[in-house]
């Protein structure tokens, strides 16, 4: 089930909210425990009894962690990343491992019987399950004692498709929390920030995504039979696309738990409008830059023990960004390529670009877009050579005139919205209540419109 869904919107979400207002507070969750259940099984149960076990597994860890005798407890976090990460490494990269040893020694090894869909939401609630864990082993939080709190937390199904990765240690005052837990502000806050990020996915991402579908998809042109013009106008229509996909997602994930009683934080800011490669990672995806800082870079020293080491551990967290993303090498040529980035930016780019007005923006456009098309090039009809081939030798082919016809608005319209404008005119029509009202209602209608008239597609960083 999906978030900009007929099903969702009209059923689940309007019963699931009724359900959990009208429940005691002692009970919510109970009663948001087994709305997620049903939220996680609604397209089959196929991979229940892996999320279950892996909640029992990691409960009784947590219990085992904190009742432990010192000279025992070294044992336990090897344990935990054997089972987590093993049943991560297992379902997301095992034949990508057999494939990629049959290629360096030909060793004939047969591939894994795994099928192509992933566990739902396996990459972000193993995530949320590790941040857990090394919180209980270092201290920082103390070990969650109720099962069905925990249960909540891993499931918790406003985060289930695409997340924000929010840890524990955030999450655990609000779960505990019984009384008073929803209020009417939080509430309309984050009916506010669903519809908004609702608009997002169905008006923008969905729209202009159709114009990089036109080039590659099956029915489409084909990327060999473009211009180089049409190429570029391609790849940035896609990273308008991805950008308002997986922004509207957290947004509506944010709205979602806003209603529910719960304060996430924010999962974007404004990305496109960085000066600098830094900058922009720590306005994209924050949740997933900020669980690699604190759980890789930082218990690895990070800047600590001098540049050699700091640019080592970099390494390790673009690699093992580029990796999360996906079982292929395009994503690890991603990861990798942010590391070269951010690596030229800390020796010397960086005090350059602060100083810098213009240049320091398009300087970091140009090479996020340039980003995202490596990052594509796991889809078959944009593959890595043919696509950097169109971007940087001048090819003649299909003409960008029709599609600019065709997306020219939508395009300007994304470009928009990807800048501080609507939040800073938002702000202003916040002022005037009547305004604010007729404004978002003109929006939840529109979104209602597109999402009946749409294919409920799934948020692209769900097959991640």
């Known amino acids: 089930m999906v978030f900009n869904s007929v099903v969702f919107l009209f059923c689940f979400l309007p019963l699931a909210l009724l359900l959990y207002y009208i429940t005691p507070d002692r009970a919510k969750n109970a009663v948001l425990l087994i709305e997620s259940l049903v939220f996680y099984c609604w397209t089959g149960i196929t991979f229940l009894p892996l999320i279950l076990c892996l909640i029992v597994f990691n409960y009784l860890w947590g219990i085992l962690t904190a009742v432990a005798k010192a000279r025992l407890r070294w044992v336990l976090p090897l344990v935990a990343v054997f089972v987590n990460l093993g049943v991560l490494v297992y379902f997301k990269y095992a034949n990508f491992l057999i494939d990629t040893i049959n290629q360096i020694g030909n060793f004939g090894l047969s591939s894994l019987d795994i099928g192509d869909l992933l566990p739902l939401g396996i990459s972000y609630y193993i995530f949320k399950i590790i941040s857990y864990e090394v919180d209980v082993y270092t201290g920082k939080v103390e070990a969650e004692f109720n099962p069905l709190t925990f249960a909540c937390y891993v499931l918790f199904f406003p985060q289930l498709i695409v997340g924000p990765i929010v840890k524990y240690r955030d999450m655990a005052p609000q779960l505990h929390k019984t009384a008073g837990r929803c209020s009417l502000p939080q509430i309309e806050h984050g009916i506010e920030l669903f519809v908004f990020g609702l608009a997002k996915k169905v008006i923008l991402a969905d729209s202009i995504g159709a114009l990089w579908t036109d080039i590659i998809g099956a029915n489409g042109v084909g990327l060999a039979n473009v211009s180089t013009p049409l190429a570029w106008l391609g790849i940035l229509a896609y990273s308008l696309q991805l950008y308002f996909d997986f922004a509207g997602y957290s947004e509506m994930s944010n709205g979602l738990a806003a209603m529910l009683g719960f304060d996430c934080p924010i999962n974007f800011d404004l990305p496109y409008i960085s000066g600098s490669i830094t900058e922009f990672w720590r306005r994209w995806h924050i949740s997933l830059s900020s669980w690699f800082r604190d759980y890789i870079y930082i218990p690895l020293g990070g800047n600590r023990k001098g540049k050699g080491r700091q640019l080592f551990n970099m390494l390790l967290v673009w690699a093992a960004t580029g990796i999360w993303h996906g079982a292929s090498w395009n994503f690890i040529c991603w990861g990798l390529y942010y590391f070269v980035l951010l690596t030229i930016e800390k020796l ?71 800048s501080a404008l609507p939040r800073w005119l938002w702000q202003k029509i916040s002022r005037c209540v009547p305004l604010k009202l007729i404004v978002f209602a003109v929006v939840t209608l529109l979104c209602i419109a597109y999402v009946v008239a749409a294919t409920n597609a799934t948020a692209l960083y769900a097959n991640f």
């Open 348 to 418: 010397f780019l960086l005090k350059y670009l602060k100083k810098g007005r213009v240049w320091p923006h398009i300087y970091t456009l140009f090479l996020v877009v340039l980003g995202w098309g490596i990052f594509t090039a796991n889809q078959p009809g944009a593959p890595l050579a043919l696509l950097m081939q169109k971007l940087f030798i001048p090819q003649g082919g299909i003409s960008p005139v029709y599609y600019l016809r065709n997306y020219g608005i939508l395009l300007v319209l994304g470009c928009l919205c990807s």
